[in-house]
């Protein structure tokens, strides 16, 4: 089960599911969103910020395996969600080719003025460890104008304070950052960065999302943020 059939089974209150993976052939729970109303569908969670009580700058070992808990603030883990964004179904076609029709990304973000925004893409693409949890988000759907065409994570390696994979000769930026993130060189955003105090500015220093003065021109940090995968087919 992942959310959205949970949704589609009729379970329509947000809060900590059970969620199968086949991969991992285990359960973990997760916070499922059902609250998105207008999506008609449940959002698996994979990371959620909400009052700073959990430290996110964290070693490789960490991210990979997931930490937190899901009645607050985690991060579901680089493994889990990788399985899991590979958890729908797959088709085959004519010729015998895989597909495998890939989840939808929502970024939840909500500033110390309240100012809110969901932003959603229509694909992810996740590589495995091998690859160093390579991701790349595009095909923004949410229309909004201006900055929020770029898409924040554009084919980056994972990084951590103590592992450099970004596409900075010069420094290290997970470590200048102070997060665990897909940076480049270094960042569009970072929604692991450091929890920010009460309005704060948004910064580089702090959780960071390129364009927020589009939402709110006094450009407030953010308090509460949350990623989330919407899988379209129904099935286990
Ligand atoms: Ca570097």
């Not at 959205?4 to 991969?23: D, F, H, Q, R, V």
């Not at 309005?199 to 003065?213: E, T």
């Amino acid at each position: 089960m992942k959310c959205t059939s949970i949704y589609a089974s009729g379970s329509t209150s947000s809060g900590i599911y059970p969620i199968w993976l086949k991969e991992r052939f285990q359960f973990t729970y997760v916070y499922c969103d059902m609250d998105l109303v207008a999506t008609k569908k449940g959002w698996t969670t994979i990371q959620r910020r909400l009052n700073g009580e959990l430290n996110f700058e964290r070693g490789w070992d960490d991210y990979v395996r997931g930490f937190g808990n899901p009645s607050s603030e985690y991060w579901l883990g680089l493994e889990n969600i990788y399985r899991l964004s590979r958890q729908t179904r797959f088709s085959v076609n004519i010729l015998g080719a895989i597909n495998i029709k890939l989840p939808k990304v929502g970024f939840d973000l909500e500033d110390w003025d309240g100012e809110k925004a969901f932003v959603q893409y229509s694909n992810i693409l996740f590589e495995q460890k091998a690859s160093n949890y390579w991701l790349k988000v595009d095909g923004l759907i949410t229309a909004r104008k201006g900055s929020f065409s770029i898409a924040p994570i554009s084919g980056n390696e994972f990084s951590t304070p103590d592992r450099d994979n970004d596409n900075d000769d010069q420094s290290h930026c997970a470590q200048n950052y102070k997060s665990g993130w897909w940076f480049e060189n270094c960042l569009e955003a970072n929604l692991n960065g450091p929890y920010p105090k009460y309005k704060q500015p948004m910064s580089w220093k702090n959780i960071f999302w390129f364009g927020w003065h589009d939402v709110n021109p006094k450009n407030t940090a953010l308090r509460f943020v949350s990623i989330k995968l919407c899988h379209e087919s129904v099935g286990p």
